[in-house]
């Protein structure tokens, strides 16, 4: 188990251009959540994966942003169009669900936005 | 929404105990998390307590809940310099169409624990 791993860990990008980022989860993990954590702040929920299928949105993911699962195991988030407010962290979290049991979400490192 | 509250810093002589405090608004939240994050990195679960408990610890670390008034603790005994970093305290809502388990995790802004030798 070599736990979540996340790709890349930082990436300086100009205002405008498009960025994408990967999550390998937990191999056994069903689940695949990403949070976008800013200076100062706690993580803030963007999306969530069950296997392949995308369950839950945030009001804060705008139609710039979209994240794929396409075989159930691991994740991509593109930002299209970047702006200097989506300089962040972005976390990707897995977790084993199963009905009556925690849940317990797992993080990775992030990757380190910055959009110049 | 949901707001969790946390204070922002804490400062204590390595050696004593740290007592780290959290409000929650979510009286259905069924699980409720303690996470560390050191500088730069990604977060760490410590721990986590489930509704129908009120206390339950782990080696130097013990949380308590108080669920009447939606308070939850973390302390750690001896806490050393490598205990430094932001404690995240979070909670898990209950989402029955979930199947009764947990969807996303709602944060307060951590409280940064600086342990001075």
Known sequence: DTGVSQNPRHKITKRGQNVTFRCDPISEHNRLYWYRQTLGQGPEFLTYFQNEAQLEKSRLLSDRFSAERPKGSFSTLEIQRTE???SAMYLCASSLSSSGST???YFGPGTRLTVL | GEDVEQSLFLSVREGDSSVI???YTDSSSTYLYWYK?????GLQLLTYIFSNMDMKQDQRLT???NKKDKHLSLRIADTQTGDSAIYFCAEAPDTV???GS?????????TKLSVKP
């Open chain 2, 63 to 65: 949380v308590l809940l």
């Open chain 2, 97 to 99: 169409n979930y199947g």
């Open chain 1, 103 to 105: 849940d317990t979400q």
């Open chain 2, 37 to 41: 994050q050191e500088p730069g990195a």
């Open chain 2, 102 to 110: 947990q969807g996303n995790l709602i944060f307060g802004k951590g």
């Open chain 1, 84 to 86: 200097q407010g989506d």
């Open chain 2, 21 to 23: 405090n959290c409000t």
